[in-house]
């Protein structure tokens, strides 16, 4: 069993700023990829960023110089560090990995999700 488990949504201002994480727990032999996606009311999931076991990462153009990817492989969590936010940045965020319990087989997991609200 893989459980991921989201934490730091909130309601914000405008320009302000949130950091959210998420914990894989359960069989995880290891973890090549994990990101973070969001669902706003009547639109598809979207993918925000992503980082790589080797710390490679990878942002949507509407988040790029605002939000920030990182992981502690150690602890198996990934951080998201969203800077300047905007009403349109208001979504539920998941929390994604592409991980192993068992090589080499690979599966995605999704997290929960987070809801981000931010206020004009």
């Known amino acids: 069993q893989v459980q991921l488990v989201e934490s730091g949504g909130t309601l914000v201002q405008t320009g302000g700023s949130l950091r959210l994480s998420c914990a894989a727990s359960?069989?995880?032999?290891?973890?090549?990829?994990m990101g973070w996606y969001r669902q706003a009311p009547g639109k598809q999931r979207e993918l925000v960023a992503s980082i790589t076991s080797g710390g490679s990462t990878n942002y949507a153009d509407s988040v790029k110089g605002r939000f920030t990817i990182s992981r502690d492989n150690a602890k198996n969590t990934v951080y998201l560090q969203m800077n300047s936010l905007k009403p349109e940045d208001t979504a539920v965020y998941y929390c994604n990995a592409v991980l192993s319990s068992r090589p080499p087989y690979e599966y995605a997991y999704w997290g929960q999700g987070t809801q981000v609200t931010v206020s004009s």
């Open positions: 359960g069989s995880i032999f290891s973890i090549s990829a």
